[in-house]
Every structure is written in structure tokens, then in C-alpha cells.
């Protein structure tokens, strides 16, 4: 065995709510924590940085956030991530890895909420991949493949695969069924799958019974769903599936 397989990975997710605050939950944000490497996010929705903080984490040590399409509660937490990283004196660079368009987008969305903050001087570098579907990038140690996600958001949206520490994790993002998302999961330690209703046809979103339609196909380890409406909130415990909750920490 090397290391690898011994190797561990944190999972919190800091929130694991819709867009809307349903349950009360805050929007996507989940922290990965590599043992040995610093953490990354796999989204980082408007409330990330609230949710960070309940959860005892130091923002500033986010080495990367992974951005899986930029919807408001998806990436609208980076400007204040960003300028919470100014203030508090972060010095290590800061790196966004989204679909193209990301750069553009960040950009408005800091200068919209903080006017002048996209151009302000900073002690530290952010620095933005854009990821096209198909295609792979690499940042703070982890590997990120792209799928084409079925969710308009006024760029591409994706599904993401994850390589960090010999683990892999799988997100769906927000998406209708694709068959992508068949590869997305293959194999992985962990999916973390959208489920926004139970079975009302939602377009452009994930629901329960696309995943129980399409079980047999999704072939990762384990699954865990997020991104609920209160239709789903209000099943818990009515399905086999294990299911997020702001707070969630498990370790894959
Ligand atoms: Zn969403
Ligand atoms: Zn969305």
C-alpha cells in the first residue's frame, strides 16, 4: 500500500442548501481538506463565507475554490472570500478554477457588490482557470476534469470530477440528468449529487427519481445528496440515500 491509499480526505459541507434557503440551510459550499495539503472548496455560493466560519475554518487557508457553474449560489461568495482574504492580511495566492467566463464574471459580480475591488491592489494574487468541458485543470494539488452540466447560467455549467490525495470526489453541480454524470461518478469515493425535488419535473435540475432511474449506472462508492428544495427536505429518512446537512463533516 503507499501512501496514497492510507491518505484521507475532510469533507464538510459548510452548506449544503438550495438557492432559495430552504430548511434554513446556506447555499453550496463544500470543504475539502486533503491530509498533508491545504483545503480547497467546491463551490462557493453567497453565504460561503458565513458558513466557513461556523464551521471553525479559516478562510485565508483556502488554497483553491472550484466553481461548478456561476449561479449566484455557486460562486457568489468569492468577492467576499476575496476581500475577506485583504482584510484579514492573507499572503498565499488564491486560485479559481470555473467554466470560461469566470474571469469576466468575477470581476462584475466584485465591482456590482464592492465597487472598485476588482482592481484594487492586494497582498495576494487570485488567479482564475477556466475549465472548458472535456477538458482537465490543475490546482493546489487536486485534479479537476469537466463535464458539460445541463443548467444554463450565462456560461457553460459543470459536472466536476475531483482527484486529490488518491481519492476522488464527484459533484453533479446543479444539472437535468445527462449522461454524463455516468462517468462523472464512475468509480469515484464519493458523489455528491444534486436532488433538488423528489419527482416534479424541474428543468435543468437533478431530482431524486433521475438518481433512482439511473442507480445502477451511477457507480461510485458512495452518494451523498445536497441542494434540496423543501419538497426533499420534507422526505429525509423516506429513501435509502444518505443526505447533507450544513455542518456534514465525513471523511472519504
Ligand atoms: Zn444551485
Ligand atoms: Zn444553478
Redesign the pocket.
Same mark, same amino acid.
Given at each position: 500500500m503507499g501512501s496514497a491509499d492510507r491518505a484521507t480526505v475532510s469533507v464538510t459541507f459548510a452548506g449544503s442548501g =438550495? &438557492?432559495f434557503g430552504s430548511g434554513g440551510r446556506l447555499? &453550496?459550499c463544500i470543504h475539502l481538506r486533503p491530509d498533508g495539503a491545504p483545503p480547497v472548496l467546491l @463551490?462557493c +455560493?453567497a453565504t460561503s463565507l458565513a458558513a466557513l466560519k461556523r464551521c471553525g475554518f479559516d478562510p485565508s487557508e483556502v488554497a483553491a475554490v472550484f466553481v461548478? /457553474?456561476l449561479?449566484g @449560489? /455557486?460562486f457568489g461568495g468569492l468577492p467576499f472570500l476575496v476581500l475577506d482574504g485583504q482584510f484579514s492580511g492573507r499572503a498565499q495566492p488564491l486560485t479559481v478554477v470555473g467554466p470560461p467566463g469566470t474571469a469576466a464574471r468575477l470581476d462584475m459580480a466584485m465591482d456590482c457588490l464592492f465597487p472598485g475591488s476588482a482592481a484594487a491592489a492586494r497582498r495576494f494574487a487570485v488567479r482564475v482557470t477556466e475549465l472548458a468541458p472535456g477538458s482537465t485543470a490543475r490546482a493546489a494539488g487536486v485534479e479537476a476534469a469537466a463535464w458539460t452540466a445541463d443548467?444554463p447560467s450565462g456560461a457553460p455549467a459543470l459536472c466536476l470530477r475531483l482527484a486529490m490525495a488518491g481519492k476522488v470526489i464527484a459533484y453533479t +453541480? =446543479?444539472t437535468a440528468w445527462t449522461s454524463s454524470l455516468i462517468q462523472v461518478a464512475a468509480g469515484a469515493d464519493l458523489l455528491i449529487a444534486?436532488a433538488?425535488y423528489r419527482d416534479k419535473a424541474v428543468p435543468y /435540475?437533478l431530482r431524486l427519481a433521475d438518481l433512482n432511474t439511473h442507480a445502477a449506472e451511477l457507480t461510485s462508492r458512495r452518494i451523498i445528496l445536497t /441542494?434540496m428544495s423543501a419538497d426533499m427536505l420534507d422526505q429525509q429518512g423516506r429513501h435509502g440515500y444518505e443526505t447533507a446537512s450544513d455542518g456534514l463533516s465525513l471523511r472519504v
Open positions: =438550495d &438557492a447555499q &453550496a @463551490d +455560493g461548478s /457553474h449561479h @449560489d /455557486h443548467h +453541480g =446543479d444534486e433538488y /435540475h /441542494h
